[in-house]
């Protein structure tokens, strides 16, 4: 039996629906229309409606969306009914800052160790830091749902072909370089400054218009 293929447009929206739904949620909202979700994402309810159609719909004609169902639902298409088990490469700020982050346990996220060339700290929030030279021994023996690659250009793609060859099968990368991986490795490449190049983007052209 084929797999349907789903857009990464489409994957891209789910986390914003999820986002919402948990906010409506804890809001005390028990329904919502696909209209309403078309107005928090800025997109249109029929969009909304496809979206949700590709994985069996979830909703009643005329009465919209049960809130909690719907976000019990989209927790299980995105693998957020169960933990993952993350490491981090580069005890950087960027690395420091990621293992710090609370949020990330709370949502079944939880980073066991840190891996870098020049332990300064035996532990970040609670988290041990290792040597990179451990990082093997360490994968082998507790092993490792998702890598977070937060070192510097220069040594990421080697980092990640380290990890690939230790048997990781998902990577979230923070250098600034998109790395190469074989089609059974998924990887999401996170460029901040691309982000920033959005916005500044935006802030120009609303200073344009602002000045006609």
């Avoid at 990330?104 to 970040?124: C, H, M, P, W």
Wanted: glycine residues 10%.
């Amino acid at each position: 039996m084929s797999t349907k293929v789903i857009s990464e447009a489409v994957i891209k929206r789910l986390p914003r629906y999820y986002r919402y739904l948990e906010h409506l949620e804890q809001e005390g909202v028990s329904k919502v229309s696909s209209g309403t979700l078309a107005g928090m994402l800025g997109v249109t309810a029929s969009q909304v409606r496809q979206d949700f159609c590709n994985f069996g719909g979830f909703g009643q004609h005329g009465y919209g969306y049960d809130v909690p169902y719907l976000r019990r639902k989209l927790a299980e298409i995105l693998g957020l009914d169960r933990q993952y088990d993350m490491i981090i490469i580069g005890a950087g700020n960027i690395g420091r800052a990621l293992a710090g982050y609370k949020n990330f346990a709370a949502e079944g996220f939880k980073v066991r160790a840190l891996f870098d060339i020049d332990v300064k700290d035996r532990e970040i929030g609670g988290i041990p830091v290792l040597g990179v030279d451990k990082l093997a021994d360490w994968v082998k023996e507790h092993g490792c749902d998702i890598a977070v690659i937060a070192t510097q250009k220069s040594v990421a793609s080697d980092a990640a072909h380290q990890l690939v060859a230790l048997g990781v099968k998902s990577l979230w990368n923070f250098a600034p370089i998109d790395l190469e991986v074989p089609d059974d490795v998924s990887v999401e490449n996170i460029a901040m400054s691309e982000s920033l190049y959005v916005l500044s983007y935006r802030m120009k052209t609303k200073r344009e218009e602002q000045s006609k």
